[in-house]
């Protein structure tokens, strides 16, 4: 099984940056899949942008596309966000989510993804 756990949310204002890492347990990371999905207050969970078990082939929501990367090391059995300019829209919790490759839809469906970290929030401010 694959262990997540989501680092570097915080309280930032618009157009500040900030960098989140998920940190994988599983033995078998190279194996998976990785994806952020994000949620907001009152609204459904919505996937950020994922990335393939070999970071050849990544995927980014159209609100994100452009202001958001994301990356893995599988080395280190970590997947990062990085998340620039930042909008108040973007305030959500953030979820690091793995799935076993392969499979990929486009966009990403949270039912595919069966490992899940915790959250991590992040806010911006106006």
């Known amino acids: 099984q694959v262990q997540l756990v989501e680092s570097g949310g915080g309280l930032v204002q618009a157009g500040d940056s900030l960098r989140l890492s998920c940190a994988a347990s599983?033995?078998?990371?190279?194996?998976?899949?990785m994806a952020w999905f994000r949620q907001a207050p009152g609204k459904e969970r919505e996937p950020a942008a994922a990335?393939?078990?070999?970071?050849?082939?990544?995927y980014y929501a159209d609100s994100v596309k452009g202001r958001f990367t994301i990356s893995r090391d599988n080395a280190n059995n970590t997947v990062y966000l990085q998340m620039n300019s930042l909008k108040p829209e973007d305030t959500a919790v953030y979820f690091c989510a793995a799935r076993k490759a392969p499979g990929w839809e486009i966009p990403p469906r949270s039912d595919a993804y069966g490992f899940w970290g915790q959250g991590t929030q992040v806010t911006v401010s106006s």
């Open positions: 599983g033995r078998t990371f190279r194996s998976y899949h």
């Open positions: 990335i393939s078990w070999s970071g050849s082939t990544t």
